[in-house]
């Protein structure tokens, strides 16, 4: 199990606000682009932790 200490939640902040920017918020609504925005950065967090720790 990955612990959550490992995750820089700073910078997964920010990549959510820059996709939260890019966003179309006025055609699917402040409250969905937010939770894909978050649901999107955490992912690709998880999966380059998962790459650095195969390497």
């Known amino acids: 199990m990955i612990s959550a200490s490992t995750f820089d939640c700073t ?3 920010h990549h959510a606000c820059e996709i939260v920017r890019r966003a179309n918020v006025a055609r699917f609504g402040l ?3 937010l939770c ?17 720790q195969a390497e």
């Open 11 to 13: 910078a997964i902040m």
């Open 31 to 33: 409250w969905t682009i």
């Open 36 to 52: 894909r925005a978050l649901r999107t950065a955490w992912s690709e967090a998880k999966h380059k932790l998962a790459i650095a």
